[in-house]
């Protein structure tokens, strides 16, 4: 496939972006590879600074049982996932900014890493990618008890 083409022509990584005008990252898309490169990173995202309460997902050094990985958190559960930690929400700390820069839903990947990635998640009994579903409701106000739009299920590309 396209993939195993890519490596065999010697290409190293690959960029995905979810956004509008990915002209506008164009410059930062550059350094995301250059760090990449520079420090042998097999993931790495971009992002920016992020004020308490805006409408983007923060990114977070999340640990589970002896092993660690960066995620995004939705900009919708910031306030009840920092709620129990010592931040006590979605607040900005003495920079005036969230103590977690926030992400633009833009990554580079080494393609060795992405190509093992791929092998080790399809499921051998369907020969699908096997990603993980979640379901992303938005609630009309903060009562969470009616739904601005429909709910449906949804999978990130980072996953």
Do not use: H
């Amino acid at each position: 496939g396209l993939l195993t083409k890519w490596i065999n022509d010697n290409k190293k990584w690959i960029v995905f972006t979810d956004t509008q005008n990915p002209l506008l990252l164009f410059r930062s898309i550059q350094v995301l590879i250059g760090s990449s490169v520079k420090n042998q990173f097999s993931m790495n995202f971009l992002s920016t600074k992020r004020k308490a309460k805006e409408d983007i997902g923060a990114l977070c050094k999340f640990e589970k049982n002896g092993k660690s990985f960066i995620g995004n958190v939705d900009y919708r559960f910031v306030t009840p996932v920092f709620r129990r930690s010592e931040i006590k929400g979605d607040t900005n700390d003495d920079s005036g900014y969230f103590p977690f820069p926030a992400s633009t839903n833009t990554f580079s990947l080494s393609l060795e890493f992405y190509s093992k990635l791929l092998k080790d998640n399809i499921d051998p009994t369907t020969n699908l990618l096997n990603i993980p579903e979640y379901v992303k409701p938005t609630f009309s106000d903060a009562t969470m008890t009616k739904f601005r739009t429909p709910v449906r299920v949804e999978k990130r590309m980072q996953d």
